[in-house]
């Protein structure tokens, strides 16, 4: 095993290194800035170089970072390791081990559509990957982006002639920066933010990706009684419910998600609209990549794993799940949207 | 039919209940009548005669989306309904062929969905398998939700009524009482709902009925004691009687007509005069009320044989007078209405109808000591009734109160657990608990609900990584949690391994404070079947 799962997290012996520790280790390096992947309390950090300014504003400033860039390959004691786009926010990356004569990839979190807000998936072969499950049931078909974001366009024009606000949940890392790239050439006013969402928001525009024109929300011009009538208004999940959303009266909510092809899902969250887009993979994207990676042993972690597994072994591919602390997918939004809401 | 899927669209695109309204009302203010009638059918929640059995549907998805059954399944768990299922599972065709857009709403139910019957079983799976196909994904799922039953969108019948009456301009309380009873979905019902002409009506149909509400407040603040009406709150059925044209009917609360169900009081209505409507409950009764798990062996039954009447008779208990001489007497007082109530039911002299009974106090400390006898005396506990309230409609809160005894209660361990249907598809929200039995813990219940969307969401997460063994959509779990349940009444059961059955049983609280050991036992449980037993449970 070149891999192994160790409750710290996945562990590479050869290396002597985690990936996406969920306890303080040594030596981490990690896929991408989310904070189910990036935690804070590790003695070293290495992520692509893009990852960095992410990094630092999640984590802080004081972590000891080491850019490892794409393609490059460094050794970590007997192991040769290397990242690779996964195409799913800004820098983040798949990590290729070789060592024992074998080459294992993770693909941390993925998605194969384009989205001009970071860096392409990369095919890399491999003899084990290990790939994400979050959305691994056929049901999950993801429509294509223009067409979600010109229905989130057509909502937030429908709200502004009945006078409504139109606050938009989405992730405050990749996903708001993904519907405001694709929102460029259709915002006529600045899109407005909420505060856990500009920052994040920023590094990007500093990382050279185009966006449409953004301001705060609530900033040192803001007046009482503001009118957000005419505005979109990009927030987390997170601040659903709090004392910041009152600011804008009556207004018409949305939320900006994979989760969102199943209507129950819209339903239970009690948002006017629900509008599919996903930064994972959906299932056609997890089959495909796993074809093409050319590996004879999936291990699949995260979300729908089980149903992934049994797939693939009626295929004849060797397979399994790892169990993790952070299995359910569902951690995922929730992990994320309790720490935003804590920022509120 | 396009407009149709457009309604529904436009109903599930909002949580604002006047853009409900307004959705409803353009829709109806142009509708043909015949698709008018259809509409308001499926949004009331009304269903079909299921026309496909569900095995063939799936089989029938197998074969179209090309995923073994297995996985068809684990998708239909996961999205909670089958036609949601279809729409995601298959591939629908980009252009779709106009015709099966353009047929109305009615001529889809009528020519399409109800003429399926007429072919035979590969034919049939032929036609719909063709539907899934060629129809876009939106209105593939709307036809399949038709085909397989109801549709609900979060439409209240008052909402209904809402967007009709706007669109009519007859008053709601009219278009309310109108939809009440049996709808046969055709032009002319549409028309008759909607004719401006309001003398004509069908004999048969019932009053809205006028629902309580739960107290939350010391009943001490509703004012005098003297300007409130007490009665015990039976355990039963609610039900309204009709008397009229020389004919009787009995309707449930769920508006479904059941009175073969119940032939003595069939009978003993014909003692009414004509132009009667009554209110009461159904009730188990011998020489007093039996518990409500005799009167379940005959709600079960269509038909119901001579043994089965003698062993569980019915008696109607009856406590409010909508209509008498055939006129409607819902906005006179509820002392008036009860004067009325009282000499009807003491002229038809039978056995089967009778009277709840007033239970008079001078204060309402005496009343809250008689309300502690509710459970000895095989009562919910006590509704509180404004003395000259009206009778409204649906539930409105202020005049009319439930004044329940507080539950039983036990300690339970959460067991399995299965993902819920509808908004609650992917999470794990459906719970078995049970108590212990020696060294073994035995099922006691089911419950859905109680915990809040956190603790759900908590709770999912920690299923998702505890999981002991999976069959099919249920999960065993660590025996780790437990649970304070409450429910409203225990019998004994056969059917039940733990040999109790519990009523209305939810969830009060997680007890983290407990370990699984801390639990209640079965012996524990069945001291409740003790109709003296404490309430406070453990």
Redesign the interface.
């Known amino acids: 095993m070149v891999i192994e799962t160790r409750k710290e997290g996945l562990y590479c012996k050869a290396g002597d290194f985690y990936i996406d520790p969920v306890r303080p280790v040594a030596r981490a390096v990690v896929t991408h800035a989310h904070s189910d992947h990036a935690r804070s309390g590790n003695e070293m950090y290495y992520a692509s170089p893009r990852s960095e300014a992410l990094l630092r504003k999640r984590l802080g400033n004081q972590i000891d970072f080491y850019a490892l860039p794409f393609g490059e390959q460094v050794r970590f004691g007997d192991a040769v390791v290397s990242l690779h786009p996964a195409g799913h926010v800004l820098g983040s990356a798949q990590v290729r081990v070789q060592a024992e004569g074998e080459v294992w990839v993770v693909s941390g979190d993925y998605k194969r559509d384009a989205d001009p807000t970071c860096e392409s998936f990369e095919v890399v072969p491999c003899d084990t990957f290990i790939t994400e499950a979050t959305f691994a049931l056929p049901i999950y078909h993801w429509p294509s982006i223009d067409a979600v974001v010109e229905s989130i366009h057509a909502w937030w024009m429908a709200n502004r002639i009945r006078g409504r606000a139109s606050v938009l949940f989405c992730y405050s890392l990749g996903k708001a920066q993904r519907v405001l790239g694709a929102l460029q050439d259709l915002a006529d006013r600045p899109v407005l933010l909420h505060g856990a969402v500009a920052p994040l928001t920023q590094i990007y525009r500093e990382e050279g990706i185009q966006l449409a024109p953004t301001d705060l929300a609530v900033n040192d011009r803001t007046r009482r009684g503001q009118d957000y009538s005419q505005d979109l208004i990009i927030a987390p999940p997170g601040a659903n419910g709090t004392p910041w959303m009152r600011r804008f009266g009556k207004c018409s909510s949305a939320f900006c998600s994979g989760w969102m092809q199943v209507r129950g899902n819209r339903r239970r969250r009690g948002h006017d609209r629900g509008f599919v887009l996903s930064d994972h993979a959906d299932w056609e994207g997890l089959i495909r990549t796993i074809k093409e990676t050319g590996a004879r042993r999936i291990l699949a972690t995260h979300g729908q794993s089980d149903i992934l597994v049994r797939y693939l072994r009626e295929r004849g591919y060797e397979a399994d799940a790892i169990r993790s602390r952070f299995d359910s997918a569902r951690q995922e939004d929730d992990a994320e949207s309790k720490e935003e809401g804590a920022k509120t | 039919m396009k407009r149709f899927v457009e309604l529904y669209e436009a109903l599930?695109?909002?949580?604002?209940t006047n853009a409900k309204v307004e959705a409803m009302r353009s829709y109806f203010a142009t509708a043909d009548s015949d698709d008018a009638a259809w509409a308001i059918y499926f949004l009331s929640g009304k269903r079909m005669k299921r026309l496909v059995k569900r095995a063939d549907l799936k089989e029938w998805l197998v074969e179209v989306?090309g995923?073994?059954l297995?996985?068809v399944e684990?998708?239909y768990a996961?999205?909670?309904?089958f036609a949601?299922?279809v729409s995601?599972?298959v591939r629908h065709q980009a252009a779709p062929r106009p015709e099966a857009m353009d047929l109305s709403l009615s001529g889809w139910v009528e020519q399409r969905l109800q003429a399926l019957g007429d072919n035979d079983p590969a034919k049939q799976a032929q036609i719909v398998k063709a539907w899934w196909t060629d129809l876009p994904a939106s209105m593939c799922f709307i036809a399949t939700k038709l085909l397989t039953g109801g549709l609900r969108v979060?439409v209240s019948q008052l909402l209904l009524a809402k967007a009709i009456a706007a669109s009519s301009g007859l008053p709601r309380p009219v278009i309310l009482h109108r939809l009440m009873g049996n709808f046969v979905p055709s032009a002319e019902t549409y028309e008759a709902l909607v004719d401006p002409n309001t003398a004509a009506s069908d004999a048969s149909q019932p009053y809205p009925f006028f629902l309580a509400s739960p107290i939350e407040k010391d009943p001490g603040d509703l004012g005098l004691r003297g300007e409130w009406i007490a009665e015990w709150k039976w355990d039963g059925i609610r039900a309204q009687v009709i008397r009229r044209g020389g004919r009787s009917y009995i309707w449930s609360r769920g508006e479904e007509l059941v009175t073969e169900r119940f032939p003595e009081i069939e009978a003993a209505c014909a003692s009414l005069p004509d132009g009667t409507v009554l209110d009461g409950e159904l009730l188990a009764w011998k020489d007093g009320v039996l518990p409500f798990s005799q009167l379940q062996r005959r709600l079960n039954r269509k038909k119901v044989s001579k043994k089965l009447m003698s062993e569980v008779p019915i008696r109607l208990v009856c406590y409010d007078c909508m209509e008498a001489d055939g006129l409607d007497l819902r906005d006179r007082p509820l002392v008036e209405r009860r004067q009325r109530l009282e000499s009807l039911v003491t002229d038809a002299a039978d056995a089967s109808i009778g009277l709840s009974e007033i239970v008079a106090t001078e204060t309402w400390e005496e009343l809250a000591t008689l309300r502690q006898s509710a459970r000895e005396r095989g009562v919910e506990g006590l509704m509180l009734k404004q003395a000259d309230s009206v009778y409204e409609t649906g539930r409105k809160r202020g005049s009319w109160w439930k004044w329940k005894i507080d539950p039983y209660t036990v300690d339970a361990v959460l067991i399995y657990a299965q993902a819920g249907?509808?908004?609650?598809?992917?999470?794990f929200t459906d719970y078995t608990f049970a108590v212990w039995s020696g060294k073994d813990l035995l099922p006691l219940a089911k419950a859905y609900s109680g915990l809040t969307?956190k603790e759900i969401?908590r709770l999912?997460?920690w299923i998702?990584?505890n999981t002991i063994e999976?069959f099919g959509p249920v999960r065993s779990v660590k025996a780790e949690h437990v649970f304070e349940l409450a429910f409203e009444g225990i019998n004994e059961s056969k059917r039940n391994k733990s040999g109790v059955a519990v009523r209305f049983p939810r969830i009060l609280r997680w007890r983290e404070d407990k370990r699984p050991e801390d639990a209640d036992t079965l012996e524990q449980v069945r001291e409740l079947l003790r109709p003296d037993a404490d309430t406070s449970g453990s």
């Not at chain 2, 599930?12 to 604002?16: C, G, I, K, Y």
């Open positions: 599930d695109a909002t949580t604002s989306s995923y073994e297995w996985m684990e998708c996961s999205v909670g309904d949601e299922t995601l599972l979060g249907s509808g908004r609650r598809a992917t999470l969307d969401a999912d997460r998702r990584g999976r």
